[in-house]
């Protein structure tokens, strides 16, 4: 995928992350469990690189063989929206498979959170929800390496992240 080979450009460390070859995960499984397709990028990410965490960032993402740990991983996550959303604080949304319904992606380990916004079918057209840990909330019309590519040419403080993020010295490679 030629974006994917963008954002090595921009964020030459991800070089590190590319595994030998492409692995592969039960994504049927995946699908069946949750009710949805998930957007390319994200599968080609998932297949492509090792776990990695830079500048306390992290996929929330499957890794080959572990498909299970990956479900419980999001079902918590959509436990706190579940929370938010029972509080009055989840800015209308619940999370998936309600409408408009919040899947995750990512976090920080500050506690800003990542999501899709699951809305039709086609997920390549889902936006991502950023929630940050002040309760800072925005939305980016585009899918997961579009949203990193746009914090490397806009700078992060567009979606209410720290300046500076992400430090491409801060990385690690897992996997």
């Known amino acids: 995928m030629l974006i994917l080979e963008e954002l090595y450009r921009k964020?030459?460390?991800?070089?590190?992350?590319?595994?030998?070859?492409?692995?592969?995960?039960?994504?049927?499984?995946?699908?069946?469990?949750?009710?949805?397709?998930?957007?390319?990028?994200?599968?080609?990410?998932?297949?492509?690189?090792?776990?990695f965490e830079m500048d306390d960032f992290s996929f929330v993402?499957?890794?080959p063989g572990l498909e299970a740990a990956y479900i419980e991983d999001v079902q918590r996550l959509?436990?706190?929206?579940?929370?938010?959303?029972?509080?009055?604080?989840?800015?209308?949304?619940?999370?998936h498979p309600g409408e408009p319904g919040l899947f995750p992606w990512g976090t920080t380990s500050v506690g800003d959170l990542f999501f899709w916004r699951v809305e039709g079918v086609d997920?390549?057209?889902w936006p991502v929800i950023v929630v940050t840990d002040n309760d800072y909330w925005t939305t980016f019309d585009g899918g997961v390496v579009k949203f990193l590519l746009a914090i490397m040419e806009r700078g992060p403080e567009n979606w209410g992240l720290w300046e500076g993020f992400p430090r491409q010295e801060m990385f690690q490679v897992f996997d």
Do not use: T
């Open 61 to 63: 993402k499957p890794s």
């Open 11 to 51: 964020i030459p460390v991800l070089q590190n992350c590319r595994r030998p070859e492409p692995v592969m995960i039960d994504w049927q499984h995946l699908e069946e469990k949750f009710g949805l397709k998930f957007p390319g990028d994200f599968m080609e990410i998932s297949e492509k690189l090792h776990d």
């Open 123 to 125: 997920p390549e057209k």
């Open 78 to 95: 959509l436990g706190i929206v579940r929370s938010w959303a029972k509080n009055g604080i989840s800015h209308s949304y619940v999370p």
